[in-house]
């Protein structure tokens, strides 16, 4: 079990595609979200009211619920200077904290290695998902990647030493063009192995585990399940990473948007319920982001590419409610036509760092950011 008298642990949930802020959470007394979208708007009485002017889009019932309860932080318009529109491009910029240039190192890799200089633990980070994220990737760090560990997913199957390191070029096909051949072999060198050995822990994982929550079969409840089993089994775990995707809603929006987040909510929504169970929701916080938002109007049945997004914190130790300023829909306020961002997205790394993790965020995000003031000391 964790050491609730001094581990704190983040999880964070990638939303990659781009999530649709303004169809996530809804202005809807605003009329110019009405003109601004006269196709995929939507209508008033579904909308999951959270005050007077803002409210969820009706897949979020299970998130509405733990904002009820004072644990989430809605977090508006976060984004970055100069944004770019490229879901690589931006979500690389998300993971490394580096918006002008190509970066080797995450931005989680690094804490990482602030959290465990000596990598006296195998399993401080874990990823939970097809490949590594960029967050995690950093020179002389160990994290796991590993799929469903019910049915032990990481590199299921591959037990001669050739097949398991051709498992591992997954890595270096991925990020060769993006830092070079020599920083990913020599990532790949330092880190593999270590990575595996963690993998053979994680296996046994499940058969420490005991829950009365009923998790759903899609890919991110089982991540998540996956998250509590890690968690509760004692390893250390410090950093856990999961993914969904398929928000990139060019396309038939509304239905897709509202499935998605219907998984994604009711999936955080069963693993506080777990955590709540095995009494270690004080240890726990949550960070839910997307690579971007997507544009103020309508293109008929979806939205492309946009800036300024939504972010969600969640936790017993978050001071639940809205933070920073919901970007103007005035189109004199518009920029590039989208919604502007109101706050840089490594301000809120900075807090996790600093106020959660009790790391120095200057030299992982690069540089000083307002902190939104969210977590509770």
């Known amino acids: 079990m964790l050491d609730k008298s001094k581990d704190t642990v983040l999880v964070v949930v990638q939303l990659s595609g781009g999530n649709d802020y303004l169809n996530c959470v809804i202005p809807y007394t605003n009329p110019l979200y009405r003109d601004y979208r006269p196709n995929i708007g939507i209508p008033l009485d579904r909308v999951l009211r959270l005050d007077e002017q803002y409210g969820l889009n009706p897949g979020m019932g299970p998130i509405k619920k733990l904002y009820d309860q004072g644990k989430i932080a809605i977090i508006h318009g976060v984004g970055y200077s100069n944004p770019n529109r490229s879901h690589f491009r931006s979500m690389d910029i998300w993971h490394t904290c580096e918006p002008d240039k190509i970066a080797s190192e995450g931005w989680l890799g690094k804490a990482i290695r602030e959290m465990d200089p000596g990598k006296d633990n195998v399993l401080t980070g874990v990823n939970f998902g097809r490949g590594l994220p960029r967050a995690l990737a950093c ?30 070029m997954t890595f270096s096909r991925m990020y060769t063009p993006a830092v070079g051949s020599g920083w990913v072999m020599d990532y790949l060198k330092k880190t593999g192995a270590d990575a595996l050995r963690g993998a053979d822990i994680l296996s046994t994982a499940p058969k420490k585990y005991s829950s009365s929550v009923e998790y759903a079969f899609n890919p991110i ?42 998984e994604v909510s009711s999936a955080i929504y069963d693993f506080y319920q777990d955590l709540d169970e095995h009494n270690v929701t004080d240890n726990v916080v949550i960070l839910v982001f997307s690579e971007f938002g997507r544009r103020v109007r309508d293109n008929g049945t979806g939205t492309d590419h946009g800036i300024g997004g939504v972010s969600f914190l969640i936790g017993d130790r978050v001071k639940g409610g809205m933070y920073s300023e919901y970007p103007s829909l005035d189109p004199s306020k518009l920029l ?13 790394y900075s807090e996790i760092l600093e106020e959660w993790m009790n790391l120095d965020a200057n030299s992982i995000v690069g540089g000083t950011f307002e902190k939104p003031g969210i977590i509770s000391v």
Do not use: C, M
């Open 139 to 168: 020179a002389g760090v160990p994290v796991a990647s590993v799929g469903n560990l019910e049915t032990y997913g990481l590199l299921k199957g591959i037990s001669a030493k050739i097949q398991r390191e051709e498992a591992l």
């Open 221 to 262: 409840a089982q991540q998540l399940k996956g998250v509590a089993q890690v968690l509760f089994a004692g390893f250390g775990t410090r950093v856990l990473y999961t993914q969904h995707g398929g928000f990139d809603t060019h396309a038939n929006e509304v239905p897709i948007q509202e499935k998605l987040w219907n």
């Open 336 to 348: 590039e036509d989208d919604l502007a961002f109101t706050i840089d997205f490594r301000g809120i």
